[in-house]
């Protein structure tokens, strides 16, 4: 079915409380990512809900999601643009605009956002009240911007694209403090239950104290730099990477497992995720990069349990 600017639907009775909204990137300069909702609790699998919700297209590369507040923000990485949605109806509710290339967006407070580029030596500021663009911190040197995470007041941010930086950020003054170098296109970060950075960095894992600033312990995942994904159980006591196949490592060991947790069923694995509720893992299969891809799901012990249709490229996940 076609849908155009004026053709929309009504998802009635709406999705349940829980669920998981998958990001679909489509092809590059083709238009045509979308977002796909999975609703847990039904096992009923909604593709296309932006466009079918709203008449109008998602755009060119849909990135990341974030919800905040009760509102769902989409990154769309080459349009530019922050959708704002219902999660509940995925109708819109504004966009952000003015941007270049955006990647991710990490709320500080309820009147100040950030958002990372991939092509300008700065992080843009939102006032995620008003959509609108209220200030920019400069980068110099570093202008692939990447993921974040908070400690306190200091957001560690990942630099990727032919860098190996976390500058450090003051959220108070909006100023970059410190850097900390690590390996090649660092990526994904996440804080564990002891309060220590993990980021996932060119076939490595490093481990980082926030508080010191210091890289403590590097693991090697592959010899070939390959790209990893990274995730966190509910209980942010064990990690699960994706490189290849899926390994599984509690927080607080010192050596990488010998053995995958998940092996790889010849797919292109292109996603992660981890249920922050009940733990359940998703593993996103982009296939040939042209027809709608599939969703993995286990359950906690890597048992599997079935298998979604979502999307061209599914790349990201976001839990409602």
Same mark, same amino acid.
């Given at each position: 079915?076609?849908?155009?600017?004026?053709?929309?639907?009504?998802?009635?009775?709406?999705?349940?409380?829980?669920?998981?909204?998958?990001?679909?990137?489509?092809?590059?300069?083709?238009?045509?990512?979308?977002?796909?909702?999975?609703?847990?609790?039904?096992?009923?699998?909604?593709?296309?809900?932006?466009?079918?919700?709203?008449?109008?297209?998602?755009?060119?590369?849909?990135?990341?999601?974030?919800?905040?507040?009760?509102?769902? =923000?989409?990154?769309?990485?080459?349009?530019?643009? #922050?959708? +704002? $949605? &219902? @999660?509940?109806?995925?109708?819109?509710? !504004?966009? %952000?605009?003015?941007?270049?290339?955006?990647?991710?967006?990490?709320?500080?407070?309820?009147?100040?956002? =950030?958002?990372?580029?991939?092509?300008?030596?700065? #992080?843009? +500021? $939102? &006032? @995620?009240?008003?959509?609108?663009?209220? !200030?920019? %911190?400069?980068?110099?040197?570093?202008?692939?911007?990447?993921?974040?995470?908070?400690?306190?007041?200091?957001?560690?941010?990942?630099?990727?694209?032919?860098?190996?930086?976390?500058?450090?950020?003051?959220?108070?003054?909006?100023?970059?403090?410190?850097?900390?170098?690590?390996?090649?296109?660092?990526?994904?970060?996440?804080?564990?239950?002891?309060?220590?950075?993990?980021?996932?960095?060119?076939?490595?894992?490093?481990?980082?104290?926030?508080?010191?600033?210091?890289?403590?312990?590097?693991?090697?995942?592959?010899?070939?730099?390959?790209?990893?994904?990274?995730?966190?159980?509910?209980?942010?006591?064990?990690?699960?990477?994706?490189?290849?196949?899926?390994?599984?490592?509690?927080?607080?060991?010192?050596?990488?497992?010998?053995?995958?947790?998940?092996?790889?069923?010849?797919?292109?694995?292109?996603?992660?995720?981890?249920?922050?509720?009940?733990?359940?893992?998703?593993?996103?299969?982009?296939?040939?990069?042209?027809?709608?891809?599939?969703?993995?799901?286990?359950?906690?012990?890597?048992?599997?349990?079935?298998?979604?249709?979502?999307?061209?490229?599914?790349?990201?996940?976001?839990?409602?």
């Amino acid at each position: 079915m076609k849908y155009g600017p004026s053709e929309t639907e009504a998802f009635l009775p709406g999705p349940s409380s829980k669920g998981l909204f998958i990001v679909n990137e489509g092809n590059f300069m083709y238009g045509n990512a979308s977002l796909s909702y999975f609703d847990t609790q039904s096992g009923i699998v909604e593709n296309e809900v932006f466009i079918r919700a709203n008449g109008i297209n998602l755009g060119d590369v849909a990135q990341s999601m974030t919800i905040h507040n009760g509102l769902g =923000y989409i990154v769309v990485n080459n349009s530019g643009v #922050i959708f +704002v $949605i &219902d @999660p509940g109806t995925f109708r819109l509710k !504004g966009n %952000i605009t003015g941007l270049i290339s955006p990647r991710h967006i990490h709320f500080v407070n309820e009147n100040k956002a =950030y958002v990372t580029d991939l092509y300008r030596e700065r #992080i843009t +500021v $939102i &006032d @995620p009240v008003k959509y609108t663009i209220s !200030g920019s %911190i400069n980068t110099p040197g570093h202008r692939s911007t990447e993921e974040m995470v908070q400690w306190k007041n200091d957001l560690f941010v990942s630099c990727w694209s032919f860098d190996n930086k976390i500058l450090v950020i003051d959220t108070q003054t909006d100023t970059v403090t410190d850097s900390i170098e690590v390996g090649n296109q660092p990526s994904r970060m996440i804080l564990d239950k002891n309060n220590k950075i993990w980021c996932a960095a060119s076939g490595e894992i490093y481990r980082i104290n926030p508080e010191n600033r210091t890289v403590e312990k590097i693991f090697t995942v592959s010899d070939d730099a390959t790209y990893s994904y990274l995730e966190m159980n509910a209980s942010k006591d064990t990690l699960y990477i994706l490189n290849r196949d899926v390994w599984r490592m509690a927080a607080d060991h010192e050596t990488f497992p010998s053995q995958p947790f998940i092996r790889n069923r010849n797919s292109r694995y292109y996603g992660l995720a981890v249920d922050p509720a009940t733990s359940h893992i998703y593993i996103a299969d982009a296939i040939d990069y042209v027809q709608p891809g599939k969703i993995y799901r286990y359950d906690p012990d890597g048992t599997p349990v079935d298998t979604l249709t979502a999307g061209i490229n599914p790349g990201a996940f976001c839990f409602k």
